[in-house]
């Protein structure tokens, strides 16, 4: 069983960027699969980012180009980076993980608002 605990979210003006984080309770490295999930209000939850435990990167039309995913191994925590924030980044940003026997793990989510 994984817990994952989001933050750093909150209020930021348009073209700022912003650092979430999620704290995993086991070591990154056992995991297969890290993603960032986004859901505004009215619409579906979207994936923006994904790393596995390789390093290798992926990143949707959402989030690409100024979104980035990265990990801390040492801290067992998933970063999400947002450059350049616009107001359709507004939502509630989650952690998503996948473990090495395929069971899927959700965090609470942390809300990004953007405002200008």
């Known amino acids: 069983q994984v817990q994952l605990v989001e933050s750093g979210g909150g209020t930021v003006q348009a073209g700022e960027s912003l650092r979430l984080s999620c704290a995993a309770s086991q070591s990154i490295g056992s995991l297969k699969i890290m993603t960032w999930h986004r859901q505004a209000p009215g619409k579906w939850r979207e994936l923006v980012a994904l790393?596995?435990?390789?390093?290798?990167?992926h990143y949707p039309d959402p989030g690409k180009g100024r979104f980035t995913i990265s990990r801390d191994n040492a801290k067992d925590t998933i970063h999400l980076e947002i450059h350049s924030l616009k107001s359709e980044d507004t939502g509630v940003y989650y952690c998503?993980?996948?473990?090495?026997?395929?069971?899927?793990?959700w965090g609470q989510g942390t809300q990004v608002t953007v405002s200008s």
């Open positions: 998503n993980v996948v473990d090495r026997a395929g069971s899927e793990y």
């Open positions: 790393i596995n435990n390789n390093g290798d990167t």
